[in-house]
């Protein structure tokens, strides 16, 4: 096991990993990825007796700048509010790590690196990804910092799924696990909104099959598209008509195609603002790697087999009332498989009409639930 030397308080570090060539991360495919790259950012310190790290789980197009503010678009992170000192968790208590999950766009090995073997981007030689190698890989950087046990894994939406996956696949490795607005497999409707956002990305000229790294252009109008139609999955109608409504742009009908309502203007806005920060590839790997997970699958198809070795972790299950992505039935059947497994689960339901996007935005129920259960968990740690 390879350490990293993080003596002296340590308020925000981070970097890229580069595993060896003799550590290459298999794949569920069969495939492997050799000379594997993973970014990262910690904030806090590691105690003595290594009992306070925490790994947060990032979502679909989110990344490992989960505080502070981010390099590329300089605004705060997406969880900054629930990040540092008062807050559920604080720097001062816990090491705290958040890595880009492989596939990504903002420095873990994904379609848009190099492939050692051949010089080359890879493009869509990159091979195809699973929820399970993304936790694989988030393993293989947590023994890296000489980390044996974490105090908890805490993640929403995509994020959820990957803290479901480190519970199924490393339980002895987990004190706690907070999974929230998120599933134990996609839906047929997850998967049609995600077909539909490939789709527009592949029907973009400027795709060039997967080769557009090679050329100046980059398929943005199609990466836009696909942007604006997962967007609204993560908004709820209340929230739409209650921002929007049908109000418009200006005095007036334009009688053409220009963004003549506001919720037009809003969607393009996403969609414009989104080409910029990230990689119309690792999009198409990523979404199908939510596609392909199936918690239950690889367990006879019961979810409660998946949780079977969770039973000394404590489990927090949020979600949402509004948010129809992932609703509160989805949440629930985690939370029931918990429950046959004989695990410890404290669900909550929050009252919201913010959608599943609720889990970034303010929402003083979440935060007091998790204040509470990370409190708890510390008191449990000693810390």
């Not at 509004?322 to 429950?339: G, K, Q």
Request: proline share 5%; hydrophobic share 45%; with cysteine.
């Amino acid at each position: 096991m390879a350490n990293l030397d993080f003596a002296g308080p340590v308020l925000s570090e981070g970097g890229t990993w580069r595993f060896p060539s003799s550590q290459p991360l298999r794949l569920d495919s069969g495939a492997q990825l050799e000379n594997l790259e993973i970014a990262y950012r910690t904030w806090g310190t590691p105690n003595a007796d290594g009992t306070n790290a925490i790994l947060i789980c990032h979502a679909l197009t989110l990344d490992q700048h989960v505080a502070g503010a981010h390099p590329t678009t300089g605004k705060p992170g997406w969880w900054t509010r629930l990040i540092g000192p008062g807050k559920p968790i604080d720097p001062a208590r816990h090491f705290i790590i958040c890595s880009n999950v492989i596939g990504g766009c903002m420095g873990s090995t994904g379609p848009a690196s190099i492939n050692p073997a051949t010089g080359q981007v890879y493009g869509l030689t990159f091979p195809v990804i699973t929820i399970a190698d993304m936790v694989r890989g988030q393993a293989m950087l947590i023994d890296a910092l000489g980390i044996e046990t974490l105090a908890a894994v805490v993640g929403g939406s995509m994020g959820g799924m990957q803290v479901q996956q480190w519970a199924a696949d490393y339980p002895e490795r987990l004190f706690s696990a907070v999974i929230v607005a998120s599933a134990s497999r996609h839906s047929a409707q997850n998967i049609a909104f995600h077909e539909v956002g490939r789709q527009a990305i592949m029907a973009d000229p400027d795709w060039k099959a997967g080769a557009y790294a090679q050329g100046k252009s980059r398929p943005e109008k199609g990466l836009a598209v696909a942007r604006m139609a997962a967007h609204i999955t993560y908004l709820s109608e209340p929230a739409l008509q209650r921002k929007f409504g049908r109000e418009l742009q200006r005095d007036g009908l334009s009688w053409g195609f220009d963004a003549d309502f506001q919720v037009e203007s809003y969607l393009r806005h996403q969609g414009a603002s989104f080409v910029d920060r990230f990689d119309a590839n690792s999009y198409l790997y990523i979404t199908r790697a939510m596609d392909y997970f199936d918690l239950a699958a690889s367990h006879g198809g019961v979810l409660a087999q998946a949780f079977a070795g969770a039973r000394n972790v404590r489990f927090c299950v949020l979600s949402f009332t509004s948010d129809w992505l992932y609703p509160t039935a989805e949440n629930r059947h985690i939370v029931r498989a918990l429950t046959a497994a004989g695990c410890r689960a404290a669900f909550v339901e929050i009252e919201s009409d913010k959608g599943h996007d609720a889990f970034l935005l303010d929402e003083p129920v979440m935060d007091a639930a998790l204040l509470g259960f990370m409190g708890s968990v510390d008191r449990e740690r000693g810390l």
